[in-house]
């Protein structure tokens, strides 16, 4: 199968057939890489030694994993599909080859710095008192609030249903919610500017999102993305899994 040509090689060869010069030869290797919102912040950081080792450029496209499993069932053309659920991979079919797990993620309850709504906990949410943000029900992390609410008898009124998790922590940054709910890996990234309230729920009732990557069978070259599929599995890659806040397989959960 041809490698795909970058954008800016596709210029280049736009201006050299109408004889124009000045471009350079763009000869770097690309690996296209889908992943959930939530791998963002861990899968930036690992880019770069991948990178080196294998002498090409990672390209990114973060989004939900509802959003990125319809593009590729349309024919986006990805090389790796990394989801937050296994759900979604399974949505792809054929598409995807021999997932495996490579991570884990718990759910957790955030509040602006300073909890301004004095929010101390899931049932505040339920009141509808408080201005709530969640994921909608088709993402990952939705899918799993609405497994939470089934187990506790919560129905917690949203004020906003969000496309992913990431939205969901940036209208909580801002203040423009009182409460949402996310991923653990999110409210470690977000620092200071939330503040967790304890979801004791969350892990009583076991709801533990299974994260699976795969080579995808259009990839360009199948061999590396494989290569990035086996990254995920090395001791660098789980470390820095660990380090954000993640499960990896052969740990109990995601506070391992």
Do not use: W
């Not at 950081?45 to 990178?51: C, D, I, Q, R, T």
């Amino acid at each position: 199968m041809a490698r795909r040509p970058s954008h800016a090689a596709a210029l280049c060869v736009l201006l050299t057939a109408v004889g124009l010069t000045g471009c350079q030869r763009q000869d770097t290797t690309e690996l296209t890489v889908a992943a959930a919102a939530s791998l963002e912040g861990v899968f930036t950081e690992l880019a770069g030694p991948f990178e080196d080792e294998h002498e090409l450029r990672l390209r990114f496209s973060f989004a939900g994993s509802q959003e990125l499993a319809a593009q590729i069932v349309q024919g986006a053309p990805y090389d790796v599909f990394a989801s937050a659920d296994t759900a979604q991979m399974t949505a792809v079919g054929e598409h995807a080859l021999d997932p495996v797990l490579f991570a884990t993620n718990e759910l957790a309850l955030i509040v602006p710095d300073g909890n301004p709504a004095g929010v101390t906990g899931l049932a505040d949410l339920a009141t509808g008192d408080v201005t709530v943000v969640l994921c909608a029900e088709q993402v990952p992390c939705g899918a799993a609030t609405t497994r939470l609410m089934a187990a506790t008898g919560e129905e917690i009124p949203a004020d906003s249903l969000e496309r992913d998790v990431t939205s969901v922590l940036t209208k909580v940054r801002m203040g423009e919610a009182d409460a949402g709910i996310v991923y653990r890996t999110d409210a470690l990234s977000a620092r200071d500017d939330v503040e967790t309230v304890p979801l004791p729920e969350g892990r009583e009732a076991g709801i533990v999102n299974e994260y699976p990557v795969s080579a995808l069978a259009e990839a360009d070259d199948p061999a590396l993305a494989g290569a990035f599929v086996s990254y995920m599995l090395s001791d660098v890659a789980q470390d820095a899994l660990r380090e954000a806040g993640f499960g990896t397989p052969g740990t109990e959960d995601a506070s391992s």
